[in-house]
């Protein structure tokens, strides 16, 4: 029980100290709780290089707002907490997660891609067109000089 309270204050004290924009308490508070982290956050995400970058996003958004956080009663369960709604945001922006299957994202690409294709070869006809007929217009001696240049 005792050591118990030891862990708390301590937690509670480097959580004060890293706010204060210690950077030793921050690098503690990181050290402490990776490890920690990375085995809850398993329940949540399969993927170590995944998880691993959740945790590390979670980090940096606490250290850049660290002047705006409140106390907390247990540093862990914050970090728990953050970490899961961290696992959430990237699963939701990560387009292969959402893709039934890898082939349906690859096979968006490549429509994506034709169809750029497509537009941009459109785009240089027209502009081939609006350009020969702007050279038809020029008397006869501008069309030999732009011929010459070109």
């Given at each position: 029980m005792?050591r ?11 959580w ?7 950077v030793?308490?921050?690098?503690q ?13 398993y ?25 705006h956080?409140?106390?907390v009663?247990s540093v ?6 953050a970490?899961?709604?961290q ?31 497509s ?10 067109q ?21």
């Amino acid at each position: 029980m005792k050591r118990s309270l030891q862990n708390n204050t301590d937690e509670t004290t480097l959580w004060i100290s890293f706010k204060k924009g210690d950077v030793r308490a921050f690098e503690q508070l990181y050290n402490r709780y990776f490890e920690v982290l990375a085995n809850y956050g398993y329940r949540y995400c399969t993927d170590k290089q995944q998880l691993e970058d959740a945790i590390q996003d979670v980090f940096v958004d606490v250290w850049r707002r660290r002047q705006h956080l409140a106390d907390v009663d247990s540093v862990k369960f914050y970090l728990f907490r953050a970490l899961r709604h961290q696992v959430i945001r990237n699963t939701r922006h990560d387009p292969l997660e959402t893709s039934e299957d890898i082939n349906d994202f690859l096979d968006l690409l490549v429509a994506f891609s034709s169809e750029q294709q497509s537009i941009e070869q459109e785009t240089r006809i027209s502009q081939t067109q609006a350009v020969a007929k702007a050279i038809a217009q020029l008397s006869q001696r501008q069309q030999e000089a732009i011929n010459l240049r070109f």
